[in-house]
């Protein structure tokens, strides 16, 4: 549990995803319509973290759906419909990406909106319908990360 214990807890403390913190940045405080932002990157690479925490230092609000919140279209849709003043936040949509992709589909016909839905997804994003920016983690800082490490 050290990765618990060392986390950081501000973006401050961030050494890695310099890149994906500007993007997410950007992407938050921005007037888009219509347009989603998917997070790509390995397990453990700090795509949830790192979110989380952007929106944190923005003193933004976000709702998180999971995989665990058993997941169907009937669920996505209503979630989508109802948390009109927070961050969606989309977990682990690797496991539910088509009910998404169909339900921000059908949402996004129907209204336009500069709401903010974040996607995060352990690979690459194929996404054929809509507006989005793409964001990868990455450490930006190879030196000063081993230097953390050791």
Known sequence: ML????????????IANKK?????QTYLTSYYE??????????????TLTTNLVVKHLNMKSNEVN??????????SKKIETYTKNILIFEDVQYY???????LNTFFKKNKTKRKFIIIKDCSFDVKFCNYIELNTGINNKTQ??????
């Open 67 to 76: 995989y665990s919140d058993k997941i169907n279209k009937e669920v996505l």
């Open 34 to 47: 219509n347009k989603i932002c998917i997070i790509t990157g390995i397990p453990g690479s700090g795509k």
């Open 145 to 150: 990360y081993r230097n953390f490490l050791k």
């Open 3 to 14: 990765h618990l214990k060392y986390a950081p807890t501000n973006i401050s403390e961030c």
């Open 97 to 103: 990406k088509n009910d998404l992709l169909y339900c």
């Open 20 to 24: 994906l913190i500007e993007g997410l």
